[in-house]
């Protein structure tokens, strides 16, 4: 029978300690390495082009996880406090309201705040702008002059175009406009467009298709977002060729710019990291990027200029909105009355 002395039980003890730290110390550092965590509902080559460069800068390593606003912003209610994600990144605000309503955000910094003017981020500051795109009826010039465009975007319910434009009704971007009529115009008089919209529009799968459909006189006009058409322009043109730009101005609902959100979560292990990238995207380094990136759409930093392609969003005249009142819900539930999902 063997008998430990107090000074061999010491050395054991030691012993072990030492393996069980040499065990550990790869688990640390593989924890280290794995950065943060990036549900990612904006364009994917955007996000891959701020997240190298952000790990670049920092050396903090980004993971995403790509999809879209309306499947990532379910996903992480789902997930609830148990989600691996550290950052939401949206292409629109209402996937954003969705999400901080399930009260999952962590409130930002001042500093953070401090990088977005106050139109470009809701009021209660628990997440902020990152870039935006404006509302655009985009019309085939073959067919249509500009004294023959809607004045407004409620004109595209009137019997008149029936058959006449075509929009992508099941996509987050439509979806989008359409919460900004709800905000502007209540229920009933939203209700009532979507009831003139099932009659008059030919729906398309994605915004892209629509303005092809557009280009190849399939429809007079569709309704999108700015950036299909410089992105096409930029590369072959072949969908665009036909194709121009109609800005609504004057505050009307067919103006709305659409703001695309960053946020913490609030289960986030590692909310330093976290916020320092969302406060890089609103800052200097993400803005730049959207300014000679081929994204084509709008830098919304303070001072921050936007690709020198783009009408200014000054020009715009767009309706004032705080994105926090964008419904998702309410949208899908109206759109579903009227048959349009």
Known sequence: ????LPHRRAALA?????????????????????GITV??????????????????????????????????GNQLVQEGDKSPADVFLTENSPAMVLVDNAKLFAPLSAETLAEVPEAFKPSHGRWIGIAA????????????????????????????????????????DFQA?????????????????????????????????????????EVDGAI??????FGDQAKTGENSKNVALHYFRNQDPGAFVSISGGGV???SKHKKEAEAFVKWIAGKGGQEILKTGNSFEYAVG????????????????????????????????????????
């Open 133 to 172: 795109r404006t509302t655009v009826f985009a019309y085939n010039t073959t067919k249509l002059t500009e004294d023959k465009l809607p004045k407004s975007l409620l004109d595209l319910a009137d019997p008149a175009w029936k058959g006449r434009w075509g929009a992508a009704p099941a996509g987050a």
């Open 302 to 341: 303070k001072d921050a200029a936007s690709n020198p392609k783009l009408v200014p969003l000054a020009d715009l005249n767009a309706p004032k909105l705080d994105p926090a009142q964008l419904n998702s819900k309410k949208v899908s539930d109206l759109m579903t009355a009227a048959g349009l999902l």
């Open 14 to 34: 030691g012993a072990v300690a030492l393996a069980a730290a040499l065990f550990a110390a790869p688990l640390a550092v593989q924890a280290e390495d794995a």
């Open 224 to 229: 999108i977002y700015q950036y299909y058409w």
């Open 39 to 72: 549900y990612n509902a904006q364009h994917e080559s955007l996000t891959k082009a701020w997240a190298e460069a952000f790990t670049k800068e920092t050396g903090i390593k980004i993971t995403l996880r790509n999809g879209g606003d309306t499947e990532l």
């Open 1 to 4: 029978m063997k008998v430990f």
């Open 265 to 267: 979560l609030a289960s």
């Open 177 to 217: 406009i359409v919460s900004a009529l709800l905000a502007l115009k209540g229920e009933e008089a939203t209700a009532a467009w979507l009831k003139g919209m099932k009659a008059n529009v030919k729906p398309f799968k994605k915004n892209g298709i629509a303005m092809k459909g557009v280009n190849d006189g």
